[in-house]
């Protein structure tokens, strides 16, 4: 675990404060710690999460994605399972 001093000023402070109270949660870090993964889920791109590379990786290895240049190359992948 990483420990950091931050500087809030009273504005910032009053915001962690509702926010710890809202969620019941016991410290302000904990309130940090929910602000992080709620701007996580709702800001940053997919493609720089790990899970989204791990699904991008599992679609490749299947095959989905792949073009075909003709309904028959298509119907012998299909038939091959």
Do not use: C, W
């Amino acid at each position: 675990m990483v420990q950091a001093m931050i500087q809030l000023n009273e504005h910032e402070d009053r915001v962690l404060t509702i926010v710890k109270g809202k969620y019941g949660l016991k410290t302000k870090s904990e309130a940090i710690n929910l602000v992080i993964k709620k701007f996580e889920q709702e800001f940053l791109e997919e493609k720089l999460r790990p899970e989204y590379k791990e699904k991008l990786k599992n679609i490749e290895e299947e095959g989905y994605g792949k073009t075909f240049s003709s309904i028959g190359q298509l119907r012998k992948k299909i038939e091959k399972g």
